[in-house]
């Protein structure tokens, strides 16, 4: 079967007031039906670029060039003509954005913007609509969906004008859901109901799904597959499950290592720091043209190979891809640092 999304070769230059930026560099990824992948890497990594790129979000006058290939069912989005665009997002297409009340409309009803693509897309009348969305807020499962379909965003809590904007993004039944940081800013307890509704309902209507996120952590119990992002690059992807168990590349060990856990909670009250990643990631309008992670890696001596050339994206098990001179199945018998993330 083919995959939902392919993107190959992806890369886009944003124009900012500093010059053009280059945002995202050579991703390819794809995406089948029924399946989960996860985005994840710092802020400024390009897994927002990414994901806004396949739906064509970013304003002609602010995309300084763009190439590559993102193939949705088949078709070119990059390609594709703005009315094109606009006829597949919302329809085919959804999307979830991480700030709920900037994308809702506030001084419109809650009602109004979920049944706002059934109407555009699907053509039904007001009415119809209308019942439809009472319908949908109770599938992501907020109270008294029959008459909180006529509250505006402001009465809704942050949790539940997620679930609005989850309801008005999957009402179509898209077949592909992009999700992108859907949990900033929501406590843990809301942000564990979010990802259990975003699963339930990705199995519920078979919808491939793209989840966006900062913490390795977010994704851990949603993704399939997981595309760890690095200043532009993907610079490891791999089945989620073996990702968690053997990270490879030294920022996706980083990551892993500086998730508070109850043993790391409990070393607090010894005093001892948790561990982090040293350093920051390069400037997006002057990326250097080896290793962009060498700086911040502690494997990365002066005679490295990474401190004079671009580590390729190379498979070193089967599914398990990594842009590394320094993998972690590759770098066993070598000692003498602490692994990168660790302090001294």
């Not at 109270?143 to 009402?171: C, K, W």
């Not at 720091?273 to 309008?285: K, S």
């Not at 891809?321 to 770098?331: D, F, I, T």
Request: glycine share 6%; charged share 20%.
């Amino acid at each position: 079967m083919a995959p939902v999304l392919e993107v190959a070769g992806l890369s886009v230059h944003l124009r900012t007031r500093r010059g053009p930026v280059h945002a995202v560099d050579d991703v390819s990824f794809s995406v089948g039906e029924r399946e989960a992948l996860a985005i994840v890497g710092e802020s400024g990594s390009g897994k927002s670029v990414t994901s806004r790129s396949i739906v064509g979000l970013f304003p002609q006058r602010v995309v300084h060039r763009r190439s590559g290939q993102v193939r949705f069912l088949g078709e070119d989005m990059l390609t594709a003509s703005e009315n094109r665009l606009s006829s597949i997002r919302g329809r085919h297409i959804g999307m979830v954005f991480q700030d709920p009340m900037s994308s809702l409309n506030p001084v419109v009803r809650v009602g109004s913007q979920v049944a706002e693509p059934l109407r555009r897309h699907l053509g039904m009348s007001r009415a119809e609509a209308y019942a439809r969305a009472v319908e949908l807020l109770e599938e992501v499962r907020i109270p008294d969906a029959s008459q909180r379909v006529n509250s505006y965003p402001h009465e809704f809590s942050g949790g539940m004008r997620q679930r609005a904007l989850i309801a008005a993004a999957t009402a179509c039944r898209p077949k592909l859901l992009i999700a992108d940081e859907p949990t900033t800013a929501l406590d843990v307890t809301v942000e564990a109901e979010i990802l259990s509704l975003l699963k339930n309902l990705q199995s519920e209507h078979g919808m491939a799904l793209i989840l966006v996120s900062h913490d390795l952590n977010v994704v851990s119990n949603v993704a399939d597959t997981v595309a760890v992002m690095y200043a532009g690059q993907i610079v490891e992807f791999a089945p989620a499950d073996e990702l968690f168990a053997r990270p490879e590349h030294p920022y996706t060990a980083g990551l892993l290592g500086s998730i508070p856990s109850i043993e790391k909670r409990h070393s607090l009250v010894r005093r001892e720091r948790l561990t982090t990643i040293p350093g920051a990631p390069p400037n997006a309008a002057s990326l250097p043209s080896t290793c962009r992670f060498a700086e911040r890696c502690l494997y990365a001596t002066s005679e490295s190979v990474c401190r004079s050339t671009m580590p390729a994206l190379r498979e070193i098990r089967p599914g398990h891809w990594v842009r590394s001179a320094h993998p972690a199945s590759e770098r066993a018998s070598i000692s003498g640092g602490p692994p990168v993330g660790q302090n001294p």
